[in-house]
C-alpha cells in the first residue's frame, strides 16, 4: 500500500515484480497520473487497486490487513501539490509541527491496517527555515515511534543532479549554508 501514490512511481514497480498495490492519494490529479502510468502490459497477475483516500483516514482498509507499506510523503511545503484546491493536502503547511502531526494521524492509520510483523518504510527529506537547518526527517520518525512502530533501519538516499541544484548553489553561497543532499528512508517494524 502507498497511501500517498503522487505520480505513481510506487504503483508502476509494483506491477513489474508481480506486487499487488493498494495505490490512493487525496488528489485526483495524482489518481489519473497513476493510471495513466500504469497502462502498459506486462506478464504477471499483479493488480492494482487505485482509489481516491485520505492517508489520515483509510477507512475502506481493514485493520492487521496490509504486508507492507511505504510513501514518499511532500516535505512540508517545499512543492505545493493542489496549491490549497484540495483541503486534505498536506502539502500546502508551512509550520513544521503542525504538518508533524498530520504526519502522526498518517503512521497512526498505516500502523492500524499493517500486519503485525510486517514493515512500513517512509522516505522523508530534510528543510531549511531562514538557512537554519530544520530536521524535518528526525521529527517525522519520531512521530511514527510515537504511534508504535519500532525503527529497523534509517537508509541514507544521496541525492544528486536535483532540479533545484543551481537556484540553491547561488542561494547557498550568499547565505552561508550548506546544500541539503540526502533523504533518510526509514524503515518501520509494527510489533508482533
Same mark, same amino acid.
Given at each position: ?19 499487488? &498495490? ?50 514518499? =510523503? ?11 484546491? &484540495?483541503?486534505?493536502? @498536506?502539502?500546502? @503547511? ?5 504538518? #508533524? ?18 514493515? #512500513? ?16 526527517? +528526525? ?16 537508509? @541514507?538516499?544521496?541525492? +544528486?543532479? #536535483?532540479?533545484?541544484?543551481? +537556484? ?8 552561508? +549554508? ?12 509494527? =510489533?508482533?
Amino acid at each position: 500500500m502507498d497511501p500517498m501514490i503522487g505520480g505513481g512511481t510506487t504503483a508502476i514497480e509494483a506491477k513489474l515484480l508481480n506486487r499487488n &498495490i493498494i495505490a490512493s492519494d487525496v488528489s485526483p490529479v495524482a489518481l489519473e497520473r497513476t493510471q495513466k502510468a500504469l497502462e502498459f502490459e506486462v506478464e504477471n497477475d499483479s493488480w492494482q487497486k487505485v482509489v481516491k483516500a485520505d492517508a489520515r483516514k483509510l477507512t475502506a482498509v481493514e485493520n492487521d490487513s496490509i504486508d507492507f507499506a511505504l510513501t514518499h =510523503p511532500p516535505y512540508v511545503d517545499i512543492i505545493k501539490y493542489s496549491e490549497g484546491k &484540495i483541503k486534505e493536502d @498536506i502539502s500546502g @503547511i508551512h509550520d513544521i509541527t503542525e504538518f #508533524c502531526d498530520e504526519i502522526e494521524k498518517m503512521a497512526r492509520e498505516m500502523y492500524r491496517v499493517l500486519k503485525p510483523g510486517k514493515f #512500513c518504510a517512509i522516505l522523508m527529506g530534510d528543510t531549511r527555515r531562514n538557512t537554519l537547518y530544520q530536521p524535518l526527517a +528526525f521529527r517525522v520518525m519520531e512521530r511514527f515511534l510515537n504511534v508504535g512502530f519500532v525503527l529497523k533501519e534509517d537508509i @541514507i538516499k544521496r541525492q +544528486f543532479n #536535483c532540479q533545484a541544484t543551481g +537556484f540553491w548553489v547561488k542561494k547557498s553561497k550568499e547565505s552561508n +549554508f550548506l546544500l541539503i543532499m540526502h533523504e533518510h528512508l526509514f524503515i518501520f517494524r509494527k =510489533p508482533l
